[in-house]
């Protein structure tokens, strides 16, 4: 090691006995370890400067290939740490100049990381994507679809027939996605009722979600574990219940959605170098 | 009432493997990178590198552009065919160069522009910089 790295801090557990930081390695393939206060551990990795002080990681940012691979490896440590633990996951690429910053941190934030803790306990995190099912094609519109006047205008006004079959696949359409729109909004309250906290992400596009038909419901859902087959069976009837729009599950997820604390630093560091004069006592 | 589940949950935290089983294997890095980017307790840090600015929104476009080449691959083009998506008939591929180049241009001007500030903030005090990052509430529950 030639210069001391930083620190990059991945996850809130509340202990990491029994070896569990063992073989693990994160972002920058560094292995990992814990910095600890009182039924609290910090998971952290050293990381090289050269590639993660601000100017290097915005340039990173700016690669797709590599955000993918360290936004993977993140999620990879994150994930492992959920699999045995109680797991409050740190925003990617949350950064201290070294240890003691991230230390301060941790005490600064005790008890409300420890409310946190509770409050994911024995919970999942799952998705529900809800898509509008059969896209429509520009299909022929059908006979008794058409407006009377529509019909009555095709014999002489061909052009106008024309345009009216074109506004009246249009409202269809619109219709139909207004209908599915509002079952993906009943389907969310429906699995609401059965998750201890709900969530929803941005609606992605065709070309994020790799679907061809339009997202109607990006939700999150905080579950226990003793009620995750009850919750992905409910998912399952809702899908089969409700026409024009199907719906997938992914999970579990460690709970990124549900661990929204703002625990700024109860003091912003000091603003110089890796080293500053005295470490900021968050007694309080 | 019991139903069969599908989903038998397996404490793995492998939701990406576990969509490989399903018809989409692609839709994970959206999902992961809209939980893991902007999710995730808040704190600031002492390293700020703003995710929630212009270099997420550049992340989002690019992971956009990126899937559409592999979107179309899956024969998925839907939106070419819907006038209310696709305005008409336009050529996709030409669309997406010309983003590919204002996508460039806007880098070329942001990195300029923070060698600027860097240079600026380097000289000035830090506490005069942009205050720490916050992320934006954007989790709703729907009561």
């Known amino acids: ?23 693990m390695t994160g972002v920058a393939g560094e292995p990992l370890r814990a910095l600890t206060a009182p039924g609290l551990a910090l998971v952290v990795g ?6 993660f002080d601000e100017r290097a990681l915005q340039q990173h940012l700016a690669d797709l290939r590599w955000v993918e691979t360290a936004v993977r490896a993140h999620h990879r440590v994150i994930a492992e740490l959920a699999r045995t633990r109680r797991t409050l996951p740190l925003r990617f690429a949350t950064l201290y100049r070294d240890d003691r910053g991230a230390l301060s941190f ?13 409050r994911v306990a024995d919970r999942d995190e799952w998705g529900v994507k809800a898509y509008l099912d059969a896209p429509v094609p520009d299909a022929p519109a059908t006979g008794p679809a058409d407006p009377p006047d529509g019909a009555a205008a095709a014999d002489d006004r061909p052009g106008t027939a024309y345009l009216l079959r074109r506004r009246a696949q249009r409202d269809d359409r619109a219709r139909r996605f207004e209908q599915a729109h509002e079952r993906a909004r009943q ?48 998912v399952t009837e809702l ?9 997938e599950l992914t999970g579990p997820w460690p709970p990124y959605s549900f661990v929204e604390i703002d625990a700024e630093p109860v003091e912003p560091a000091e603003p110089a170098g890796p080293v500053t004069g005295s470490a900021p006592a968050e007694g309080g | 009432m019991t139903q069969p589940t599908p989903w038998t949950p397996d404490r793995s935290y492998a939701p990406q493997s576990r969509a490989a089983m399903a018809p989409a294997p692609s839709a994970n890095l959206a999902d992961l990178l809209e939980r893991v980017l902007d999710k995730g307790i808040v704190i600031a840090g002492d390293i700020r590198v703003d995710l929630l600015d212009i270099e997420l929104l550049t992340v989002k476009i690019r992971l956009l ?10 024969g998925i083009d839907w939106w070419e065919h819907d006038p209310s998506l696709s305005s008409g008939k336009r050529d996709l591929s030409l669309e997406n160069r010309r983003l590919r180049e204002r996508i460039g241009e806007l880098e070329a001007a942001r990195s300029a522009d923070r060698d600027r500030t860097d240079r600026a903030a380097a000289d000035g005090d830090r506490a005069d910089e942009a205050p720490p990052v916050r992320r934006r509430r954007s989790t709703r529950s729907e009561p």
């Open chain 1, 239 to 247: 899908g089969r219940r409700t026409t024009g729009v199907r719906v």
């Open chain 1, 106 to 118: 941790l005490r600064g934030a005790g008890p409300r990381l420890q409310a946190a803790l509770d």
């Open chain 1, 46 to 51: 050293s990381v090289p400067r050269e590639d």
């Open chain 2, 65 to 74: 552009i990126a899937s559409v080449d592999r979107a179309r691959e899956m």
């Open chain 1, 1 to 23: 090691m030639t210069t001391p790295g930083l620190t990059w801090i991945y996850a809130v557990v509340p202990d990491v006995a029994d070896g569990l930081l063992d073989g």
């Open chain 1, 187 to 234: 389907i969310h309250a429906a699995l609401a009722d059965r998750a201890d906290e709900a969530a929803e992400h941005p609606l992605q596009s065709a070309e994020a979600s790799g679907r061809a038909a339009p997202m109607l419901l990006n939700g999150a859902y905080l579950v226990e574990h003793a009620r995750a087959a009850e919750f992905g069976a409910a």
